[in-house]
């Protein structure tokens, strides 16, 4: 199982930014993805998360409204768009999988066996 995390980049504060998870080697549609954050000296941070239909969805308070997790089953990918960008959410983002994520679960970092490698998100003037 592999997981690709693509997107980052620099943008202004109130920018946007969307970002990909591609995934391979596994039955994708089978799989919860989420995303997580982490920034040096912080544990990793939840930010949103999608069911393996992708007809439920569960953001972060800080995300919501702002973000939006979707996917594309066809493309074996999911997208965060990230919209009205603030510096805040400066961090390294991580897309994370898993089979057998129960919902009471599924903002927990531990429980998602498989991880990308992370793609850098600054937002600064």
């Known amino acids: 199982v592999q997981l690709q995390a693509s997107g980052g980049g620099l943008v202004q504060p109130g920018g946007s930014l969307r970002l ?3 995934a391979s080697g596994l039955t994708f549609s089978n799989y919860r993805i989420a995303w997580f954050r982490q920034v040096p000296g912080k544990e990793r941070e939840f930010v949103a998360t999608i069911a393996r239909r992708g007809g439920n969805t569960y ?3 800080s995300v919501k409204g702002r ?3 979707s996917r ?3 493309k074996n990918t999911v997208f965060l768009q990230m919209n009205s960008l603030k510096p805040e959410d400066t961090a390294v983002y991580y897309c994370a999988g ?3 994520v129960i919902q009471s679960q599924m903002t927990f970092a531990d429980a998602y066996d498989y991880w990308g490698q992370g793609t850098q998100v600054t937002v600064s003037s």
């Open 98 to 100: 898993d089979r057998g």
């Open 67 to 69: 973000f939006t997790i």
């Open 20 to 22: 990909s998870c591609a």
């Open 59 to 61: 953001y972060a308070d």
């Open 72 to 74: 594309d089953n066809a």
